[in-house]
């Protein structure tokens, strides 16, 4: 059974740090790229970044370039997304996701306020 658990998120004011991490089973890690994925309060979802499977190749939406960092972590089928100077636009709820698959975490709240 896949299973993908977030943790990490929580309530942090502006400009704080925050990392998520998605610990992934029950399927190869590395043999897949991943996602993150957030849902802002009312909102559609939102593609944040990509990784591919060695970890060398990565991708940033424009809102979050030079702010997040993705990586992983393949001994520990681990998933992670740094996230640095928070905006209250980065309030979302946040998904690991792997590529090309049904297969989502149950997410993780970031609140960002003062």
């Known amino acids: 059974e896949v299973q993908l658990v977030e943790s990490g998120g929580g309530l942090v004011q502006p400009g704080g740090s925050l990392r998520l991490s998605c610990a992934a089973s029950g399927f190869t890690f590395d043999d897949y790229a991943m996602s993150w994925v957030r849902q802002a309060p009312g909102k559609g979802l939102e593609w944040v970044s990509d990784i591919s499977t060695n970890g060398g190749t990565t991708y940033y939406a424009e809102s979050v370039k030079g702010r997040f960092t993705i990586s992983r972590d393949g001994a520990k089928n681990t998933l992670y997304l740094q996230m640095n100077s928070l905006k209250s636009e980065d309030t979302a709820v946040y998904y690991c996701?792997?590529?090309?698959?049904?297969?989502w975490g149950q997410g993780t709240q970031v609140t960002v306020s003062s």
């Open positions: 996701w792997v590529r090309g698959t049904t297969y």
